[in-house]
């Protein structure tokens, strides 16, 4: 009965914070701008069993990236290390509630920045990972540091479709970004991976993450961003690590991107 209560419990406040931010989407504040990232993953509608605690610490190194900041007073790209420890619990085998804290950076001058923090609500299709089709959609609420987004606060709404060909994978998450400043301006940034599983512990995948830039005025193609990944997986989500490595396809990208997640059930 305990856990019931706790768990319905959990899921009104999440509720309550994604109303809260609904609410400014349709009032208008400054618009979109494409910033750095602190996680650079495909969305695969898996999430933690009911009552388990699980962390996923992401990390991206970017060893050959853009020399000016997006914004006035962002974060140089070139040789920053972007990452966030992701504390994410299993509330029902349909809906999982994270917490990214905290966002940090290294910048190339060794300087450490605390950027943002964020909550997370993923609602998805159970057991997923049995199915040959499944599907989700993740919600993201971030309150931000100035020199992270320009935007004080700003969401995500990623969903998530899925098949599974025997040993293969292709997931899509149609990604929209939003500073709240109306359903015209959504950021559309897509990822999509496409996997083959070697066996149960390992696969290898090409990742591609794309930013088309806002619905009502998608950008020309040099100005948008495409970095196409190979990467590695070993291990699962409840113990394992993976390991990419991303080149920029225009010129607007990032040259070379390094990621690194791990993730461990506590």
Known sequence: MFQRR???????????????????????APAVATAQTDEIQVYDAEISAPGQLNLTWHNNFTPSGRETPVFPGGIVPNRALNGVPEWA???TDWFEAGLYLPVYTRTENGALLFDSTKLRALFVVPDARARSFFYGVNFELSYNTP???????SGEIRPIIGWRFGPYDLIVNPILDTDFNGLAKLDFAPAVRAAWNVNRRMALAL???ADFG?????????????TLFGVLDYGSSSNGLELGIGRGLTRASDSTVLKLVLMHDL
């Open 6 to 28: 706790h768990g319905v419990s959990l899921i009104r406040i999440w509720l309550a914070c994604l109303r809260a931010a609904s609410l400014p989407l349709l009032l208008g």
């Open 89 to 91: 619990y299993g509330i």
């Open 147 to 153: 020199h992270w987004e320009p935007s004080r606060f």
């Open 207 to 209: 990742e591609e993450y």
């Open 214 to 226: 806002p619905l009502d005025h998608l950008r020309s193609g040099a100005q948008q961003q495409h």
